[in-house]
């Protein structure tokens, strides 16, 4: 197997449950999506700074550390333009709002399936 | 017992689980993750679910028998179980979590006292059910056959 020119996206998982890390990181290998998890807002900031670049982050909101709301506004803040999708267990009101307003592309409510996952992934900006 | 009858066993099972509101349809996704090159995820996924829940569990536990309850640690441990029991489709130990938090908010000790035991409760039938769930899905594949999907 090689050969192929075609770049895949690549996807940052960020969020304090493992379970949560385990199975998003699943659906995203079984849409051939790279990926690699972090723990909380700050590992995901060190991860950037330490040069790597993803097309689509999925951001957990509650996290201990630094949360996901910090964490979206620091990375726009340092110039990070891909896709950052907020997930979270609050589906309406003022906590989806503020979570909207730090700079997420797309919002959805916990947990992730395969479907809202290729509806974030055909949006990915090339 | 045939592979047809043992799906069909699994499938019966499955919808009793579904109705009884034990399981969601969140379980039935995670299923659908599970294939040739990870033959074994839904176990792997759910032992860890087990040993998690079983830790926070005991974390609680050993939270709310404090002299003085911490009740934003034991938030955050019925956060977690919240969160997990959502991603593998525990529907009504979730529900459990959800009112408890709200106990918690109050500081109500009584009451999460109580929640505590029904969260407990919930947790075995839930384990009870998976492991049955589980063995079957084992039995299909050694015998040959494919776990067959749930339809919603």
Redesign the interface.
């Known amino acids: 197997m090689g050969g192929n020119a075609m770049v895949k996206p690549t996807a940052l998982v960020v969020d304090d449950n493992k379970l949560n890390r385990m199975i998003h990181g699943k659906l995203l290998d079984v849409l051939g999506i790279k990926n690699r998890a972090v723990e909380n807002g700050e590992e995901a900031i060190e991860v950037h700074l330490s040069g790597e670049k993803f097309d689509l982050i999925l951001m957990d909101r509650d996290m201990p550390v630094m949360n996901g709301i910090e964490a979206t506004k620091k990375l726009r803040a340092m110039g990070i333009k891909c896709m950052i999708a907020g997930i979270s267990s609050h589906s309406i009101g003022p906590e989806k709002e503020e979570f909207m307003e730090a700079g997420l592309d797309d919002y959805h409510e916990k947990p992730l399936t395969v479907a809202k996952l290729l509806s974030l992934v055909s949006k990915i900006k090339n | 017992m045939d592979v047809g009858q043992m799906q069909k066993r699994l499938l019966d099972y499955m919808n009793s689980l579904l109705k009884e509101g034990i399981l969601d349809s969140?379980f039935a996704?995670?299923q659908?993750?599970q294939?040739e090159s990870?033959p074994d995820?839904v176990a792997?996924?759910v032992n860890?679910?087990f040993t998690?829940s079983e830790n926070l569990i005991n974390d609680l536990s050993n939270a709310l028998g404090q002299q003085n309850v911490d009740f934003k640690k034991v938030d955050s441990c019925v956060?977690?179980l919240?969160?997990?029991s959502?991603?593998?489709?525990a529907q009504r130990l979730k529900n459990t979590c959800i009112s408890f938090r709200k106990f918690c908010d109050e500081q109500n000790l009584q009451a999460c006292l109580m929640c505590l035991q029904e969260m407990q409760q919930e947790y075995l039938l839930l384990r009870s059910k998976l492991d049955v769930l589980l063995q079957v899905e084992k039995q299909i594949v050694a015998a040959g056959g494919s776990i067959p999907i749930m339809e919603f």
């Open positions: 969140q996704q995670l659908q993750l294939d990870n995820f792997e996924v860890l679910f998690d956060h977690q919240k969160g997990s959502a991603s593998i489709g």
